[in-house]
């Protein structure tokens, strides 16, 4: 009995580690694959598909802690996993929920909050 007690504490623990042990330099990596084209290799907002896009709203810098602090994880989190139509945003913003984890996307997170000052 102990031990099942014991195994399902376990089982519980680990996603919440899994999201405490988000990995910036996996998030940063992430970043330049899928993110760059459009938010820029430093996550200023300049990337150079957005001119050609016609973006009418350019995305907020990464780099501008004071305009990102409008933004909390959970919006980051909705605005990566649903894209920008989801939140009446621009929808140039894709969605990546299809295409990354969870764990993943609080890495993108760990990162962009790394930035800046
Ligand atoms: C095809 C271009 C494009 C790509 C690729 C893209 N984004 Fe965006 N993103 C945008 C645009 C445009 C906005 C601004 C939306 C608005 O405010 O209306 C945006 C907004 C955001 C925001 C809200 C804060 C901000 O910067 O304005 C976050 C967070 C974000 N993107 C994260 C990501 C992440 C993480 C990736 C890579 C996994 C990514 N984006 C890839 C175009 C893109």
């Known amino acids: 009995m102990n031990r099942l007690i014991a195994g399902l504490t376990f ?7 899994a999201a405490l042990a988000a990995d910036v330099s996996n998030g940063a990596n992430i970043a330049a694959a899928k993110c760059a084209p459009c938010h820029g290799a430093t996550g200023a907002g300049d990337g150079v598909m957005l001119a050609s896009l016609g973006v009418p709203v350019p995305p907020v810098p990464w780099t501008d802690k004071t305009k990102m602090a409008n933004f909390t994880d959970q919006k980051l989190i909705d605005v ?4 920008g139509a989801a939140l009446k945003a621009s929808p140039l913003m894709p969605a990546f929920g299809n295409q990354l984890s969870a764990a993943q996307i609080a890495d993108l997170v760990a990162y962009i909050r790394s ?3």
């Open 11 to 17: 089982a519980a623990l680990v996603p919440v580690s």
């Open 80 to 83: 990566i996993t649903n894209g």
């Open 115 to 117: 930035l800046g000052k």
